[in-house]
């Protein structure tokens, strides 16, 4: 759907609820200000978010008439659309609300609120583990959430990039263990994509790990959290009548977590189960409706669980420009960003690409693309050699390796985008590079295509998310993708494009679809212009705290370099 499509049906919807809560609960009010209201509640739930605050700066918010925040209030209140138990909105203070978002996200912080007064069951006593041996690596706040998990039966973990979140995770792991060694531990995430992450990272972190501790660690699933849950189209089988057999789950990436998936897991986790939730405030919010993350960061939230919340603040990782523009875009404004940019050093890992052809993607963008691809086709003929012609499957070490090199080398970057059509998007790129074989779908595709799978398929062990390529066997195209289950370790595998409910080309995703990701080298199109309002009003949000998490989230993806390509018009 284009973006002029979207505002007009989300407009259209906005209308429609106007008139059904109307007949409902005829009013006296201004239908003027009832409607922004409605406008403005259903464009937060297009964010993730489940309210609208009356904020008396007008320009934090998108209303459309006159007298905010006063008059909007006053007819809100007279309206009778807050009165009783069954009214549609709930007002709090200065946040408006659908009663049924409320309501639902109120019963969920009470549930990890109660949670977090409860202690793990594998602590039988007070331990005599030492919960710092072997930690001496860690700074004390790193320490402060060791030792929490022999208090807690919820962790809250926080932090930007490079600030040790895993390096934590690690050593929460291993004390635990050390008190009992037969734990049944979890690690989930959103994504396929975060879920490898997350499992490269532990991997790597392990490097200095006593070698009894080594072969546990490595032994512990990594899944999406719709794997955990074994998710169907009826909804999750984990459920309350089928719990989850964990003693711990830690799930990483909880920016991107709305409330119904929030809400699976509480109902599949065993209520003595330890959880430990791992984020990044500063990202985007999650597509679904409600950010649990950011409500559980709330400053009356923030001081109700303080006691199990721990925010890492000390960089490790040596990113560059890279880190101070991350800073810059969380505390300053985009316009502060933007200026940062001008004056970036000559040996700097950040890269602008000015462009004013509107109709055009840059040259230079089109050319790291080439050349990535030149790159995987010598190791895509590599693992076709190593294949026997008979089969079509990856059965010897040799060729699963080949085959993990391939998909390794095909992570090295990314290419992201603000938004799916128009000008510098998802669309325009594969339009660029792929012509009129674009729409004739993945049959068409030239071999070597990135791919990307667009739906949940646990029959396929494929998330929505993953990264893939085509390859051609016998005058027969498949789809080379990692697999991961609960009962099998990560492996390759050769799928049928037939088997893939939806799949789409990936030579570049948009943002959104790159949370929990990372890159050596990214490029971000930045089609907006650094003064100006976003183009496409409902893809955007005209919302300048989230064009910053769009930019913060895109520019974090880069571990090495990052080009970002900016338009401006001539």
Same mark, same amino acid.
């Given at each position: 759907?284009?973006?002029?499509?979207?505002?007009?049906?989300?407009?259209?919807?906005?209308?429609?609820?106007?008139?059904?809560?109307?007949?409902?609960?005829?009013?006296?009010?201004?239908?003027?200000?009832?409607?922004?209201?409605?406008?403005?509640?259903?464009?937060?739930?297009?964010?993730?978010?489940?309210?609208?605050?009356?904020?008396?700066?007008?320009?934090?918010?998108?209303?459309?008439?006159?007298?905010?925040?006063?008059?909007?209030?006053?007819?809100?209140?007279?309206?009778?659309?807050?009165?009783?138990?069954?009214?549609?909105?709930?007002?709090?203070?200065?946040?408006?609300?659908?009663?049924?978002?409320?309501?639902?996200?109120?019963?969920?912080?009470?549930?990890?609120?109660?949670?977090?007064?409860?202690?793990?069951?594998?602590?039988?006593?007070?331990?005599?583990?030492?919960?710092?041996?072997?930690?001496?690596?860690?700074?004390?706040?790193?320490?402060?959430?060791?030792?929490?998990?022999?208090?807690?039966?919820?962790?809250?973990?926080?932090?930007?990039?490079?600030?040790?979140?895993?390096?934590?995770?690690?050593?929460?792991?291993?004390?635990?263990?050390?008190?009992?060694?037969?734990?049944?531990?979890?690690?989930?995430?959103?994504?396929?994509?975060?879920?490898?992450?997350?499992?490269?990272?532990?991997?790597?972190?392990?490097?200095?790990?006593?070698?009894?501790?080594?072969?546990?660690?490595?032994?512990?699933?990594?899944?999406?959290?719709?794997?955990?849950?074994?998710?169907?189209?009826?909804?999750?089988?984990?459920?309350?009548?089928?719990?989850?057999?964990?003693?711990?789950?830690?799930?990483?990436?909880?920016?991107?977590?709305?409330?119904?998936?929030?809400?699976?897991?509480?109902?599949?986790?065993?209520?003595?189960?330890?959880?430990?939730?791992?984020?990044?405030?500063?990202?985007?919010?999650?597509?679904?409706?409600?950010?649990?993350?950011?409500?559980?960061?709330?400053?009356?939230?923030?001081?109700?669980?303080?006691?199990?919340?721990?925010?890492?603040?000390?960089?490790?990782?040596?990113?560059?420009?890279?880190?101070?523009?991350?800073?810059?875009?969380?505390?300053? +404004?985009?316009? *502060?960003?933007? =200026?940062? /940019? &001008?004056? $970036?050093?000559? %040996?700097?890992?950040?890269?602008?690409? !000015?462009?004013?052809?509107?109709?055009?993607?840059?040259?230079?963008?089109?050319? +790291?693309?080439? *050349?990535?691809? =030149?790159? /995987? &086709?010598? $190791?895509?003929? %590599?693992?076709?050699?190593?294949?026997? !012609?008979?089969?079509?499957?990856?059965?010897?070490?040799?060729?699963?390796?080949?085959?993990?090199?391939?998909?390794?080398?095909?992570?090295?970057?990314?290419?992201?985008?603000?938004?799916?059509?128009?000008?510098?998007?998802?669309?325009?790129?594969?339009?660029?590079?792929?012509?009129?074989?674009?729409?004739?779908?993945?049959?068409?595709?030239?071999?070597?295509?990135?791919?990307?799978?667009?739906?949940?398929?646990?029959?396929?062990?494929?998330?929505?998310?993953?990264?893939?390529?085509?390859?051609?066997?016998?005058?027969?195209?498949?789809?080379?993708?990692?697999?991961?289950?609960?009962?099998?370790?990560?492996?390759?595998?050769?799928?049928?494009?037939?088997?893939?409910?939806?799949?789409?080309?990936?030579?570049?995703?948009?943002?959104?679809?790159?949370?929990?990701?990372?890159?050596?080298?990214?490029?971000?199109?930045?089609?907006?212009?650094?003064?100006?309002?976003?183009?496409?009003?409902?893809?955007?949000?005209?919302?300048?705290?989230?064009?910053?998490?769009?930019?913060?989230?895109?520019?974090?993806?880069?571990?090495?370099?990052?080009?970002?390509?900016?338009?401006?018009?001539?």
């Amino acid at each position: 759907m284009r973006i002029h499509e979207k505002s007009q049906s989300h407009s259209k919807i906005a209308i429609a609820l106007y008139k059904i809560l109307s007949k409902r609960i005829p009013h006296n009010s201004s239908c003027v200000h009832l409607k922004d209201l409605v406008h403005l509640l259903m464009e937060a739930l297009s964010r993730g978010e489940i309210s609208i605050s009356f904020d008396q700066d007008h320009s934090k918010n998108t209303s459309k008439t006159d007298g905010w925040p006063d008059e909007h209030i006053n007819e809100i209140k007279s309206s009778g659309w807050l009165d009783g138990d069954k009214s549609p909105m709930v007002l709090k203070g200065i946040e408006l609300s659908w009663r049924r978002w409320h309501e639902e996200m109120k019963s969920l912080l009470e549930t990890l609120l109660e949670k977090s007064f409860s202690k793990p069951k594998y602590i039988k006593s007070i331990s005599s583990k030492d919960p710092f041996q072997g930690t001496s690596k860690l700074n004390s706040k790193q320490l402060s959430a060791v030792n929490a998990i022999s208090k807690t039966n919820l962790l809250l973990l926080s932090g930007g990039p490079g600030t040790g979140k895993t390096s934590t995770i690690v050593s929460i792991l291993i004390y635990a263990l050390s008190i009992e060694d037969s734990l049944k531990i979890g690690l989930a995430a959103p994504t396929g994509k975060a879920t490898r992450r997350l499992e490269d990272t532990i991997q790597n972190s392990l490097k200095n790990v006593d070698n009894k501790y080594t072969e546990k660690l490595l032994d512990i699933p990594c899944l999406t959290i719709h794997s955990w849950l074994q998710a169907n189209e009826e909804g999750f089988i984990k459920c309350k009548t089928n719990k989850l057999k964990l003693d711990i789950l830690i799930i990483d990436e909880m920016s991107m977590v709305d409330i119904s998936l929030m809400q699976g897991v509480i109902n599949a986790l065993p209520n003595q189960s330890q959880l430990i939730l791992v984020g990044d405030l500063d990202q985007l919010p999650p597509v679904g409706i409600g950010a649990v993350w950011n409500e559980l960061q709330r400053k009356n939230n923030q001081f109700n669980f303080k006691h199990c919340a721990v925010h890492l603040t000390k960089l490790y990782r040596n990113r560059g420009e890279l880190a101070s523009l991350s800073k810059v875009i969380r505390s300053k +404004s985009l316009e *502060s960003f933007f =200026k940062k /940019l &001008t004056h $970036l050093p000559n %040996k700097s890992n950040v890269k602008v690409i !000015s462009s004013s052809s509107k109709g055009e993607i840059p040259k230079t963008i089109i050319q +790291s693309i080439r *050349s990535h691809e =030149k790159s /995987l &086709t010598k $190791l895509r003929i %590599k693992l076709k050699n190593l294949m026997q !012609s008979n089969r079509n499957d990856l059965n010897s070490a040799e060729e699963n390796q080949a085959a993990e090199n391939l998909l390794n080398c095909l992570d090295q970057l990314i290419v992201l985008c603000p938004r799916r059509y128009g000008l510098w998007s998802v669309d325009h790129i594969h339009k660029t590079l792929l012509g009129e074989k674009l729409k004739e779908g993945v049959s068409q595709w030239p071999e070597g295509t990135p791919v990307i799978c667009s739906q949940n398929q646990n029959e396929l062990h494929l998330s929505n998310g993953d990264i893939g390529m085509i390859i051609e066997r016998r005058k027969c195209k498949y789809l080379l993708f990692r697999v991961n289950s609960v009962d099998e370790k990560k492996r390759c595998q050769l799928i049928h494009p037939a088997r893939v409910k939806i799949i789409e080309p990936a030579y570049a995703i948009t943002i959104h679809k790159a949370q929990g990701s990372e890159s050596n080298h990214v490029i971000c199109m930045w089609p907006n212009q650094p003064k100006s309002k976003p183009i496409g009003y409902r893809d955007f949000r005209e919302n300048e705290d989230y064009e910053k998490k769009l930019i913060y989230t895109a520019i974090t993806r880069a571990k090495i370099e990052l080009n970002l390509a900016i338009f401006l018009e001539s």
